[in-house]
């Protein structure tokens, strides 16, 4: 590496002062100079084919040549490495242009821009560093997005051919895309290498398995299922780079933190965000519509390892790896929505090491993210039953009762009191920048039938109503198609059909919950939940 990034993971975040090491202005020597980033607040914003950055403050910053400097840095930089772009009068405001140079070696699509001011000779940060807030403004493979429903599935691609997604009525498709798989040459001559060029570099897309997606979201999207990616970071051994340094220390993890630290895995990160973002916007191999980076980011041991315990330290990093992502696809699709991924736990106050609560990842990325440009981000929420083993949640006794409360300080987030989920987004600070509610999709939610078929569709019934009745909830996607004999081994039957694709009682609650057959599963569903209005259980919103 070029340099230590370990010097922010040290100051947990952004949100702590930083030593940044900068070049002398008078000659070549290093110096170390202490700063409070945040000085000004800077803004980083396209506009046509430059990249306009302003900066503000109360008072200005104090300079000895009485001029501001602007630089842009990769995002793994923690140190001014580069020459400056562009000067201007070191003011209460100032203004820079530099040109975006998209699609090219010197593109500044993912630069972290910096403002400096020389002071003592030495170039001194005055912000902690701005991101481009609208990579869609150059998005040149936009397509509009399929609304036709909440109602979702984790699609079974064993039954992709036949007829039960369209017998089913799935309005929403959840499916994963582990970003090595799709990386590197192809070893089948019936599906050749896929050469991308982007920002300089050809990169080679393995073509079978992109084959393969292909089919899958063309499916889908020709049936008019609205369809969601989660973009994930396994490690098969073959590209290490693409694994956070401080994810190589040997752990064996179902998933990994994104290398946001050096060269080659930033790169080949936005390569693939831009890579898969324009491919599925509709140029004949199907569309996504929603992109989740990473998977329940908050249990960062078991889905998105890295060592890192501090909280803040934490989230920038996964910031990061979000910002590539999300450059990289809202440049070929403005209308595509890109996802941080949270689990249940809400507010636990956990202490164990690699855990995180909801809530608190919430704020700490929200905070990220505004401090570096704020940006249209959405959450995918997992409101799993409490405990993950027993669908009817009316049923459980005090102790689980507890654990789901309806105020903010609940310990979990299920769809029994989901509304604590959504209130929660609706405060001022959380908005978008538009200034609504940013959108909300339920990615995840599984009712196992253990404890009886009739327990898991009344179960489901309930949890589709509330997000019917939650104007905030995009999508309700269910899991899963069909039951996988190693998670039944764990209590978890969760799907539609047996392993054997015999369906079960909960098939046709699902066909028709948003038909107009409707009444008679939900009547039938109150009756098992021992209940004689829904307004006693739905919180609508």
């Keep these: 590496m070029r340099f230590k990034k370990s010097i922010r993971i040290l100051a947990a975040g952004i949100l702590s002062a930083f030593v940044l090491v900068v070049s002398g202005a008078a000659g070549n020597e290093a110096a170390v100079v202490e700063a409070a980033p945040g000085s000004m607040i800077v803004t980083a914003a396209i506009s046509g084919k430059d990249v306009n950055v302003t900066a503000s403050a109360t008072s200005a910053p104090a300079s000895d040549d009485g001029m501001l400097y602007l630089f842009a840095e990769p995002i793994y930089s923690d140190a001014i490495t580069t020459n400056a772009l562009a000067s201007a009068p070191a003011g209460t405001n100032a203004t820079f242009t530099t040109p975006l140079n998209a699609n090219s070696a010197d593109s500044r699509l993912y630069s972290k821009f910096i403002v400096a001011a020389l002071q003592g000779g030495q170039y001194v940060p005055v912000n902690t560093g701005a991101y481009i807030v609208n990579p869609e403004a150059i998005a040149d493979h936009t397509v509009g997005r399929t609304n036709a429903g909440k109602k979702g599935l984790l699609i079974d691609p064993a039954k992709l051919a036949g007829g039960e997604l369209v017998d089913l009525g799935v309005k929403q498709a959840i499916y994963n895309i582990p970003i090595s798989n799709i990386l ?3 070893t089948n001559a019936s599906y050749p290498t896929v050469n991308y060029n982007y920002n300089g570099k050809t990169y080679q897309f393995n073509g079978l398995v992109v084959a393969e997606y292909d089919n899958i979201f ?5 049936r008019g299922i609205a369809i969601t990616a989660a973009l994930l970071n396994n490690n098969d051994g073959r590209f290490p780079y693409m694994l956070h340094p401080l994810s190589r220390d040997g752990s064996a993890c ?3 933190a994104f290398n946001t630290a050096e060269p080659q895995g930033v790169e080949t990160i936005a390569a693939a965000a831009s890579f898969l973002a324009e491919r599925y916007s509709n140029q004949g191999k199907g569309k996504v519509d929603n992109w989740i980076v990473g998977n329940e980011v908050t249990a960062r041991v078991e889905w998105n390892y890295i060592n890192i315990q501090d909280l803040n330290a934490y989230v920038n990093e996964y910031a990061e790896a979000y910002r590539l992502f999300y450059n990289g696809i809202k440049s ?3 209308n595509a929505n890109v996802y941080i ?4 736990q809400w507010d636990r106050n956990r202490r164990e090491i690699g855990k995180y609560d909801s809530k608190d990842l919430i704020d700490s990325f929200n905070a990220n993210i505004a401090a570096g ?12 039953p409490l405990p993950l083993t027993w669908a009817p949640y009316w049923t459980t006794g005090a102790y689980y009762k507890n654990l789901v409360k309806h105020n903010v300080g609940s310990a979990y987030v299920t769809m029994e009191n989901i509304e604590v989920l959504t209130d929660y987004m609706c405060r001022p600070e959380l908005l978008a920048p538009n200034g609504q509610v940013r959108s909300i999709i339920a990615s995840e939610v599984g009712y196992t039938s253990s404890q ?4 898991q569709a009344a179960s489901f019934v309930h949890g589709y109503l509330q997000a019917e009745n939650n104007q905030h909830i995009d999508a309700f996607i269910l899991s899963r198609e069909t039951d996988v004999a190693a998670e039944i081994g764990q209590g978890l039957a969760f799907g539609l059909t047996n392993v054997d694709g015999s369906p079960k009682l ?12 409707a009444a008679a599963y939900t009547e039938q569903a109150k009756a098992w939940m021992g209940i004689s209005d829904w307004g006693q259980v739905i919180t609508a919103r």
């Excluded at 991924?341 to 249940?344: L, N, S």
């Excluded at 098939?507 to 028709?512: G, P």
Aim: net charge negative; aromatic share 14%; with cysteine.
């Design 373 to 384: 440009g704020n940006i249209d981000w959405g959450l995918a929420c997992h409101p799993m």
């Design 506 to 517: 909960v098939y046709d609650f699902y066909k028709n919950i948003d038909t107009g057959n």
């Design 452 to 455: 009886g078929e009739d327990m």
């Design 254 to 256: 179902p998933y990994y």
């Design 341 to 344: 991924c949270i689990d249940q």
């Design 184 to 186: 590197g040459p192809t």
């Design 332 to 334: 070929r699709n403005a």
């Design 218 to 222: 063309k499916t889908l999207s020709d």
